[in-house]
């Protein structure tokens, strides 16, 4: 039997590679989204905190106008920063959408060349057993008793 060559094998590696990079570059763009969403708690948390000291500190007595400035200033900051992370998040999510539409496109391509290194390894297969088959059917001729020569037509 001989051996089974794919000829497109060097197009199936690279359609490999290919896949896996994809899925590398999806991973990626799934761990920023992670770092993004940790900073944005971070930062709601942050805000919350300054919130309720602000609350504190105007509680009923002598109100001191400069840390309440300042603790409205910081949350206005932290509200921007909030909203940055929120735009963001809305980009990654984006790419993260546009990465995985490149990763069912570039897996679809490889299923459809390893379809076809299936499909050719069958039709070889099967052609090496019809030419087993051939060779057994001619030696089994060839030993009948009584005949010492097929005849050719």
Request: glycine share 2%.
């Amino acid at each position: 039997m001989t051996a089974f060559t794919f000829r497109l094998e060097p197009l199936l590696r690279l359609r490999t590679a290919e896949r896996d990079r994809r899925r590398e570059e999806l991973a990626k763009a799934f761990r920023a989204e992670l770092v993004l969403q940790q900073q944005q708690q971070a930062v709601e948390d942050e805000l919350q905190v300054t919130r309720q000291e602000a609350q504190q500190q105007s509680a009923p007595g002598p109100i001191h106008v400069d840390p309440l400035l300042h603790a409205h200033r910081y949350a206005l900051l932290l509200q921007a920063h909030l909203a940055q992370l929120r735009r963001q998040q809305l980009a990654v999510r984006q790419e993260i959408d546009r990465r995985r539409e490149a990763l069912v496109e570039a897996d679809r391509e490889l299923r459809i060349l390893e379809k076809l290194k299936e499909r050719h390894l069958a039709a070889h297969v099967y052609q090496e057993q019809r030419a087993d088959l051939r060779t057994l059917d001619e030696i089994a001729l060839r030993r009948r008793p009584g005949r010492s020569e097929v005849a050719q037509p």
